[in-house]
């Protein structure tokens, strides 16, 4: 991830959809707006992979290598985060 962590880009997009999920706090609960931005992520990247193939036989046969590569995804990026989180915990809490 070292690539994205140069990219200024990627930062910017990604802190767009921090601010949003933030805004929803006030009216709904912090697991909520995580389950809603779970549901939004999984059903844009399906629409990614199924936008990728060329043909209904490639995404059938591509699936399974397409849910692997985003599980593996986001568990490095949950991992990185988790410990950047537990890195400043007791300077700031949780």
Same mark, same amino acid.
């Given at each position: /991830? ?5 990219? $200024?880009? !990627?930062?910017?997009?990604?802190? +767009? =959809? &921090?601010? @949003? %999920?933030?805004?929803? @706090?006030?009216?709904? $609960?912090?697991?909520?707006? +995580?389950?809603? #931005?779970? !549901?939004?992520?999984?059903? =844009?990247?399906? !629409?990614? &992979?199924? #936008? %990728?193939?060329? +043909? $209904?036989?490639? @995404?059938? #046969? ?6 692997? *590569? !985003?599980?593996?995804? *986001?568990? $490095? /990026? ?10 400043? *915990? ?5």
């Amino acid at each position: /991830m070292t690539d994205v962590l140069r990219d $200024k880009q !990627f930062w910017d997009v990604t802190d +767009s =959809f &921090i601010q @949003l %999920a933030n805004t929803h @706090l006030n009216e709904v $609960k912090p697991s909520r707006v +995580s389950a809603c #931005a779970l !549901f939004a992520a999984s059903r =844009f990247n399906a !629409f990614v &992979i199924t #936008a %990728a193939s060329e +043909s $209904k036989e490639q @995404l059938i #046969a591509e699936k399974e290598a397409a849910i692997a *590569y !985003f599980l593996d995804q *986001y568990e $490095k /990026m949950l991992r990185e985060n988790l410990d950047e989180h537990l890195a400043r *915990y007791d300077q700031h809490g949780s």
